[in-house]
């Protein structure tokens, strides 16, 4: 994800002007883990991303309405873009930004047919794909992804049809890499340059883990079935001297136009590689890593939750020990969000678990699809501490957290954990009671699933408040010893 065109810094104040300090943000971060179905342990696909950019840069938790347009609509956005609205836009929930002055960054939803966008990680093209393709200034950009598909598609496989005709159509103002997802499948997206992109059905019993570069690697515009791309892909890389030997149905597409072998990127790739499947072995220093793998067990939502608050615990890159204290981690203070959306066969138990901060010392929350209002704490909040704001009750402690991560930090982790596995152990029963009433009355599991997910949002609310006001005590009253705090 980019530093959004405008310099965000960190600014977290607590009542004690314990945290205020700055930090100059890097050009690009994030970090995603796309699952198949087949690869998890309930059958679920699963895309998941740390959206990596500020402190102190509030999100917010919407629910967009279906709405009914008039003929010749139209959709404008900051960049000067304007797209036509369809007749029909569809109702999703998504993480927008608190200030949408440089375009929304809704950045993660599910819509009402069950897709998912998470969008996006972004990527570096090389130098001479950028020069011979420029981005434009009034094309697609990642603040705006979300916003276009959302509302659009019923299955993933439209949305990234749809994606690649609007960069063929208005160009790209960045290069990155997307997910587009259903209960069948997940299509992996990548923009390279102004109009180069390809899209690849990730295996169903595949993982892919994506750290800011380009990763695919063999583009097969033969197989329609699994690949898509923009027309002139290989073609316009061939006339422009990108390349001069490659297979036409094995083309390295990040190889040829993307920056690759960056160690910032690649050892984050290693690390998701080597967390779930630690059979195999690599060196943490490789310039490129298989795009797909196979997971040695089965994947769950939690193991991918404690993915992505890691930091290469047990290994001399963490970034807490003097060898990796230049080290990018996963898991970093900047995350403004978090999310590990499942898709299941059943649409109405789709659902978006979303942690607000940074995941290491936060919680996922579950705010299924037919969720149909949030609470207005989590519509609240700018790059200013607020006792009003969602965002801020779990910026909070999980700021103060980071100062002593071995006595405040052990007590904040247990903390929270102990509620997310509360909400975990809760998703069977909660589910199997929504299904029960949809097959009575789908309106009535809609509500109820809905009533869950804000009545969730809420009593987390409470605790992360109770929680920042544990841990201003335990400052203020000078004890020693690890932070306990009262569950």
């Known amino acids: 994800m980019k530093g959004k065109g405008i310099k965000k810094t960190f600014a977290a104040v607590t009542t004690t002007a314990l945290l205020m300090g700055s930090f100059a943000l890097p050009a690009s971060a994030c970090t995603s883990v796309f699952a198949g179905k087949k690869t998890t342990t309930d059958g679920s696909v699963l895309v998941a991303r740390n959206e990596d ?14 709405k009914t347009h008039k003929t010749g609509e139209k959709l404008t956005f900051k960049t000067g873009l304007t797209v036509s609205q369809p007749k029909v836009s569809y109702k999703y929930i998504a993480v927008p930004d608190w200030d949408p002055s440089e375009g929304p960054f809704e950045e993660a939803g599910i819509n009402e047919y069950g897709v998912a966008v998470s969008a996006t990680n972004s990527a570096d093209a090389n130098k001479a794909a950028e020069k011979a393709d420029p981005f434009v200034k009034k094309g697609i950009t990642e603040s705006i992804i979300p916003t276009l598909i959302l509302p659009r598609v019923k299955t993933a496989r439209d949305g990234a049809k749809l994606l690649g005709k609007y960069i063929e159509k208005y160009g790209s103002v960045e290069g990155n890499g997307l997910a587009i997802a259903d209960k069948n499948e997940i299509w992996y997206f990548e923009v390279a340059t102004g109009h180069q992109w390809v899209a690849e059905k990730v295996p169903d019993d595949k993982y892919l883990i994506v750290a800011n570069g380009l990763r695919i690697d063999n583009y097969n515009p033969k ?13 316009f890389a061939k006339a422009k001297g990108l390349v001069k030997k490659y297979n036409a149905t094995k083309f390295d597409f990040a190889g040829v136009y993307g920056d690759t072998g960056q160690k910032y990127n690649t050892r984050r790739e290693w690390w998701g590689q080597r967390t779930f499947t630690p059979s195999k072995k690599q060196s943490a220093s490789a310039k490129r890593y298989p795009l797909f793998m196979s997971p040695d067990k089965k994947i ?12 290469y615990e047990g ?16 898991g970093v203070d ?5 999310h590990v959306i499942q898709l299941r066969t059943n649409k109405i138990n789709n ?24 609470p207005e704490a989590y519509k609240q909040g700018n790059d200013k501490y607020s006792t009003t704001s969602a965002y801020w009750a779990f910026r909070a402690p999980a700021a103060i957290a980071a100062t002593q991560p071995k006595t405040l930090g052990t007590g904040v982790k247990k903390y929270w954990d102990s509620y997310e596995n509360y909400l975990l152990a809760k998703q069977g029963s909660v589910e199997k009671e929504a299904l029960a009433l949809y097959k009575k009355d789908p309106k009535k ?23 920042r006001n544990e841990l201003i005590t335990k400052i203020a009253s000078n004890s020693k010893g690890v932070f306990n705090p009262d569950l």
């Open 53 to 66: 950019v500020s402190s102190a840069w509030a999100k917010h938790v919407k629910v967009f309405p279906r």
């Open 300 to 311: 769950t939502p939690k193991q991918v939750m404690n993915f992505l608050g890691s930091h």
């Open 445 to 467: 599991a809609i509500n109820y699933l809905s009533n869950y997910s804000y009545k969730t949002a809420e009593t987390a609310y409470a605790k992360a408040k109770h929680l």
């Open 315 to 330: 290994t001399r890159y963490d970034p807490t020990t003097t060898t990796g204290k230049d080290e990018r981690a996963v």
């Open 223 to 235: 197989d329609t079935k699994n690949f898509m791309g923009s027309k002139t892909v290989i073609s």
């Open 351 to 374: 659902v978006m678990w979303l942690s607000l901060a940074n995941p290491e010392y936060s919680v996922y929350l579950p705010f299924y699809q037919a969720t149909v209002k949030t």
């Open 334 to 338: 900047r995350t403004v969000e978090s």
